[in-house]
């Protein structure tokens, strides 16, 4: 059997300038050109957000010579976003094309005025000649751009279609098809825009300076300038410019624009408090945990950008169906006329009608309805702290039938304590205390990022107790763990560790130290026994039993999933049964899945999406990422703290606020009905226009009226998203 190794894979974004006109057949041109680069495995390119994300084999190529390739189709690299202007957004390339829209009607009611008061011709010619460079300018520009990649889009059909009614005697119709055409595309940026500017948002919320600790001192030094460990001071109403730890003083930070929580965070030493988010209360001295290009907002900053740039799989479909549609309506055009001329008809009515068709056939409507819908939603999601990591995630998220919930950190709080240390009786060590079993079973659980072993390590902490050190530490995933602490091996595990990874060896104690972990789990507390192996002989010491407080809106969530349609809920965790379903019966869940291995997890998964096809799970990010990866949608929890939880999910929590979840499924359902609309409004003005033209005929304006109309409407509800709440 041979085994292919898969290529080293990396991910480019290069910013471009973005290009007027509402076309992307030249996107797909360039996307097939990058394609058919060595190295390059896809390309996803839209000159209506200004981005081009390559994925390439960085052995054959590297992201500057991606850079030159694009540079070579003759399109323009613009910095990072964070550092140049959004063109894209920006007030004066609005205001500009506000200045060509105003030119037009000034040229296009110039000129018919002047025609009805039967004024000098060549007054009203000027009127029609203004209006036709303001009002075709963007247009033609585009339409040029798009030939020069050898493809046609819906900007040549409206240029074709107003120099049409020039040729024929009708300049007001064509004047005001390039009118309505300029407004809406001025109309159509804005929408779009209002959805990118989540990205400035987010980088103004980072300060661009710290008053750093240098020698006792305060000095401001630049965030670039700022390394890990350093400590900076805020003060109240001061943004908090880096990641990092608090060291002293207390308060209350409002991480709403990070995270999405609704009410303040106290903070107090030892507490995590996240770059651009605003100390409301308390003087706080902060160590540095991030620089600056690693912390939680620039991560965002990255995501959204990455999100915008990846295309829902509705506007994947629209785009690659732009070219031939464009196609297939030059060719009806053609025909309209040809055939007419050929059974004698007059050719100035004949001409006009084919205009006509060619305007009310443009998918102009169609091409707008699902950009302007799911970008808006991903920066919806991002004012209420929700990353969508692609507008696919959106869509996915509104097909989902059945929920999988970690238990640990998701549907609990995670601070998980030690509640009781029990000795057992009759041990052979007469010495052995709770402290001395404490102590001992903190030093092998120190090496351990388990929730249970952290428990323990703060408990021996809290009581100030003397822990020795442990040597040759192993893991048993999902089971338990072995150190040599003071020249024996100490076992700590569950009632699995017990009977299978020592199941050969003879252990005192083993049946009555079982039996008391069933009474305590009969509690709805977790347990592990503790033995020492000592001369090839193991002797069960003692147990340690522990709690998780339930999410006081865990139950209300679950009651909310229900509400939006979801089936099945099902929880996920590696504590025993009794434990998880205690947990469960409190918060409301359908299915119980106990005592799982992480490679387990993601057997359940797959099993659940055979059963449901659409499923999401959601965990902290951590030990989850396997079956985040394999679910449908991955919802991790946390993400403001967590690299994991970006690196692997499909939607990122930047908080711990389980209402997002249904916000999250909520959301896509209301963008999937809003593109339902606007594809229903598009497709509907195209079918009424066409088949009164075919059957009755109707004036251009007319016509222009309702293809415009339409794109205005399509591009204004799914600006509607923007305010979209739980």
Known sequence: MTVTESPPLSTCTVHIERRGGRGEAGARALERHLRNTPGVHDADVSFRTGSVRITYDKRVTSAEQLREAVRDRDVSIQDEPETAPDEATSRSELRREAVFVGLTLVGMVTGLATGWLDGPPLLMWVGYGVAYVFGGWYGLKGAIQTLRHHAVDIDLLMIVAALGALSIGAPFEGAMLLFLFSLSNTLQHYAIGRSRRAIKSLVEMRPDEAQVLRDGEEVTVSIDDIAVGDVFVVRPGDKIPLDGIVTSGEGTVDQASLTGESVPVPKEPGDEVFGGTINESGSLEIEVTRQAHESAISRLIHMVERAQSEKAPTQRLIDRLEQPYVLGVFAITIAAIAVPLALGSEFTGTFYRAMTLMVAASPCAVIISTPAAVLSAIASGGRQGVLFKGGEHVETAARIDAVAFDKTGTLTQGDTQLTDVFVRDGTADPTLTEDTLLSTAAAVQARSEHHLARATVTAAESQALD????????????????????????????????????????????????????????????????????????????????????????????????????????????????????????????????????????????????????????????????????ATLGIAMGGAGTDVALDTADVVLMGDNLSKIPYVLGLGRKTRRTLTINLAIAFGAIALMVGTILLRGIPLPLAVVGHEGSTVLVSLNGLRLLGYRE
Do not use: C
């Open 467 to 630: 822990v020795p050190d442990a040597e040759r530490f192993q893991s048993v995933a999902g089971k338990g763990v072995k150190a040599n602490v003071d020249g024996s091996t100490i076992h700590i595990g569950n009632r699995s560790y017990f009977e299978t990874v020592l199941g050969d060896a003879a252990i005192d104690g083993l049946e009555s130290g079982l039996d008391r972990l069933q009474t305590v789990e009969a509690e709805g507390k977790t347990s592990v026994l503790v033995a020492r192996e000592r001369h090839g002989e193991v002797s069960v010491l003692g147990w340690l039993a522990f709690t998780d407080t339930v999410r006081p809106d865990a139950a209300e969530m679950i009651d909310d999933l229900r509400s939006l349609g979801v089936e099945h809920i099902v929880m996920l965790t590696g504590d025993n049964e009794r434990v998880a379903q205690r947990i469960a019966d409190e918060v409301g869940i359908d299915e119980v899945q106990a005592e799982l291995l992480p490679e387990e997890k993601v057997a359940t998964i797959e099993e659940l999406v055979e059963r449901h096809e659409n499923v999401a799970m959601v965990g902290d990010g951590v030990n989850d990422a396997p079956a985040l990866a394999t």
